[in-house]
């Protein structure tokens, strides 16, 4: 029996020391793998490849709701809203679930495929109307609702316009403020050479520049953030523009409600504008029917 202490011995020392090699080697493998986890997904957004065209264009459309003038009594065209009806929609998309969602997200979602909120709806205003402020931002509030303000810059601080302290309290408090030109001019006219401007009496060195990065520094100067994100005077986008804004940093470009361009989806991002006539009800039959999916 004193034989077989040694064998027996040798034996238990060996399991032991196996055991903990094993146990060793797993942790390392598992401390490598969260490590190479964390690494996805501390990768910056700005190193990610975007997916291709076709992959974009195959993901759910977000609907996309565009506003111009929110005013009392009568809608008198089709830019107009009433107040009332302002704050009926508002109330309906809340309580059927939407949840609002902001470029940023718009543009991580159909270029790398992140997340959205459940029944995700983005609600946009056009032209720095005073309006949009006054009005529409306070019924957002009510619901925790954040917008997206594309700023026409010529008409900052004008009578019935944003004031540019306005402009940076939508920012603070978590809208997304964005471009719409200087002057509301449509993109598929810009000229690309130099030329005398008819307001400025001034020579330009082209269209674009004078449009959108002039104007673009003056809002990021107003908010304190950079701008990367633009609507289409009119809705009217132009496929030679395109790689004018993708030069210029723009990483979307909202049009109104023609067909997406399927080799440049970022760049012609469709919305709807509210008609004056739509129902609460009658806006979310519309937003699913142009927008499609279930939501």
């Given amino acids: 029996m004193k034989n077989c202490f040694p064998v027996l011995l040798a034996l238990l020392l060996w399991s032991c020391s196996d055991s903990n090699s094993k146990t060793k ?6 401390k490598s793998e969260s490590k190479e986890e964390a ?5 910056p957004a700005g190193n990610r490849t975007p997916a291709d065209a076709a992959t974009i264009m195959a993901r759910p459309q977000v609907p996309i709701l565009c506003y111009h003038h929110i005013r009392e009594g009568q809608a008198r065209n089709e830019y107009e809203v009433t107040v009332a009806s302002f704050k009926a929609q508002m109330k309906a998309l809340a309580d059927s679930g939407y949840h609002t969602v902001l470029p940023e997200q718009l543009y991580n979602y159909l270029a790398f495929g992140d997340p959205l909120p459940s029944k995700p709806v983005m609600l946009t205003y056009d032209d720095t109307d005073e309006e949009q402020f006054t009005v529409a931002k306070p019924e957002m509030d009510k619901y925790g609702f954040k917008g997206v303000y594309f700023i026409m810059t010529i008409s900052i601080g004008r009578p019935r316009y944003m004031s540019k302290e306005q402009i940076k309290q939508l920012s603070d408090e978590g809208h997304t403020v964005a471009s719409h030109t200087w002057r509301h001019d449509r993109v598929d006219k810009y000229l690309t050479t130099p030329h005398i401007d008819r307001d400025t009496k001034k020579m330009v060195a082209n269209d674009w520049d004078l449009q959108l990065v ?3 520094k003056k809002l990021e100067d ?9 609507a289409y005077p009119f809705g009217i986008w132009s496929k030679a523009g395109i ?3 993708r030069s210029r940093g723009f990483k979307l470009a909202f049009q109104l409600s023609t067909k997406r361009d399927p080799e440049e989806p970022l760049y012609t991002v469709r919305r709807i504008i509210v008609a004056p006539t739509w129902t609460p009800q009658g806006l979310i039959r519309t937003m699913k029917s142009s927008f499609g999916g279930t939501n």
């Fill in 25 to 30: 080697t797993d942790a390392v493998v598992t």
């Fill in 39 to 43: 690494k996805q997904a501390q990768t």
């Fill in 214 to 216: 002039e104007t673009r």
């Fill in 222 to 230: 107003i908010i304190g953030k950079e701008i990367h994100y633009f």
């Fill in 243 to 245: 790689p004018e804004l």
